[in-house]
C-alpha cells in the first residue's frame, strides 16, 4: 500500500518538475531560436553583399567563420533534450526519496493506530467473550433459579462495568492525543486540583485505609483543568491500588525557575526494574498487576497520564523500587504551560 503510494507521490512530484523544465526549455529555445533566425539573417545580407566566393576567406572581420544555423539549432535541441534527460534521472531518484520521507510518519501513525485498534479489540473481546458464554450457558439451563439468574446478572454487571471502563479509558486516550475543541485552557489552581483529585480517590483510600497526605503550596498555571484532574486522580488511583493497607501516600509540590513539580509518593508494591521503562507504554501492565484482577486496571492509566502532562509541554517520570515503593514526579513548565492547538 504504502509503496504504491510512494509511487504515485513520486510521479507526481516529476510530473511537476517535467512540466517546469519543459516550460524553461521552450522559453530557451525559443530565445535561443529568435536570435539563430537573426544571426541568418545578417549572414544572408552578407552574402548577398560580399558575394558566396568571397564569404569564407575574404568575410569582414568577426564573419570570418560563418555560423550553420540549422547545424546550431539542432545541437542545442539535442543539448536541451540530454539536460531534461538528466534532470528526469535526478528528479526521479530524489523524488522516491522525498516521497519517502513524506510517507514515513504517516505510515508509522497508521502502523500505530492499526496496533491500537487491535490493542482495543483485544482488551474488548475478554469481558464480552465471558458475558456472552456465561449467558449462553444460563440459558440453555432449564431449571435456572431466580437466585442464579441474579447472580448471573451481578456477574454481567461487572463484566459491563469493565467494558466501560475501559471503553472510557480508550475515549479519554484519544481526547487526549491532541488538545480539541474540549480541551479549555484556563488559569488553574493547582491546591484545588489537587484537593478534587483527592477526594475523587478518597473512598478507595478509605477502603483500604490508606492516609492521603497533602504537602501542597498553591501555584496557578495556564492548564486544562479536566486534564490536570484526570492526570492526578489516575496517579493517586495507582499509588491507592498499588499499596498495602494501612500504608500512607503523599503529595507534595515545589516551584523552580519557572517550573512546577508534583510528587506522589507511595510504599506500596513498587515497580520492578524490567517493567520501569514501560509502564507509560499502552495496555503495559507489571506481572504483578496482572495477576492481581483485583486493581481492574488495563495499563491505559499511565499512558493517559503522559498525553496529558505532553500537551502542557511537561514530563512525568518515575522512581521504585520493588517491595519499597514508588515516587511519580509531574514537571510542568509555567512558561509553556498553555496548550497549543496544532
Ligand atoms: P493500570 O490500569 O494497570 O494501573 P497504568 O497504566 O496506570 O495501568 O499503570 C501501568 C503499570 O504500572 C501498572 O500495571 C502497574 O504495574 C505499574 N504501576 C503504576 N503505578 C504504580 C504504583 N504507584 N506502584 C506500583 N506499580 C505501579
Request: glycine letters at 6%.
Amino acid at each position: 500500500m504504502f509503496e504504491n503510494a510512494r509511487l504515485k507521490l513520486t510521479a507526481w512530484y516529476l510530473l511537476i518538475i517535467m512540466l517546469i523544465c519543459f516550460l524553461f526549455s521552450l522559453v530557451i529555445f525559443r530565445v535561443a531560436d529568435r536570435e539563430l533566425e537573426r544571426i541568418d539573417r545578417r549572414q544572408q545580407a552578407l552574402r548577398e553583399r560580399f558575394g558566396v566566393e568571397i564569404f569564407r576567406p575574404q568575410f569582414p572581420e568577426g564573419f570570418n567563420v560563418p555560423i550553420d544555423v540549422d547545424d546550431l539549432r539542432g545541437r542545442i535541441i539535442l543539448t536541451l533534450i540530454f539536460i531534461n534527460s538528466a534532470i528526469l534521472i535526478i528528479a526521479g531518484m530524489s523524488g522516491y526519496f522525498l516521497a519517502g520521507q513524506t510517507l514515513t510518519p504517516i505510515k508509522v501513525m497508521v502502523e500505530e493506530q492499526n496496533r491500537f485498534i487491535s490493542d482495543a479489540s483485544h482488551e474488548l473481546r475478554t469481558p464480552i467473550t465471558s458475558l456472552k458464554s456465561a449467558m449462553e450457558v444460563h440459558l440453555r439451563d432449564k431449571k435456572l433459579t431466580l437466585p442464579q439468574a441474579k447472580k448471573l446478572i451481578v456477574q454481567n454487571l461487572n463484566d459491563v462495568n469493565r467494558i466501560q471502563s475501559l471503553s472510557d479509558a480508550l475515549l479519554k486516550l484519544a481526547q487526549y492525543q491532541k488538545p480539541n475543541s474540549h480541551t479549555v485552557f484556563e488559569k488553574v489552581s493547582l491546591a484545588e486540583i489537587i484537593k478534587t483529585a483527592m477526594l475523587t480517590i478518597s473512598p478507595l483510600a478509605k477502603r483500604k485505609q490508606i492516609s492521603l497526605k497533602s504537602k501542597i503550596s498553591d501555584y496557578h498555571l495556564t492548564g486544562s483543568r479536566e486534564g490536570l484532574i484526570d492526570l492526578m486522580v489516575i496517579i493517586l488511583d495507582n499509588a491507592v491500588k498499588y499499596t498495602h493497607p494501612k500504608k500512607s501516600i503523599t503529595v507534595s509540590s515545589a516551584k523552580t525557575d519557572g517550573n512546577i513539580f508534583i510528587k506522589v509518593e507511595d510504599n506500596g508494591i513498587g515497580i520492578d526494574k524490567k517493567d520501569l521503562p514501560h509502564v507509560f507504554d499502552r495496555f503495559y501492565q507489571a506481572t504483578d498487576a496482572r495477576s492481581k484482577s483485583t486493581t481492574g486496571g488495563y495499563g491505559l492509566g499511565l499512558s493517559i497520564a503522559k498525553r496529558i502532562v505532553t500537551i502542557h509541554h511537561g514530563s512525568i517520570t518515575v522512581l521504585s523500587q520493588k517491595g519499597k515503593g514508588s515516587v511519580f514526579t509531574v514537571h510542568l513548565p509555567l512558561k509553556h504551560s498553555k496548550i497549543e492547538n496544532s
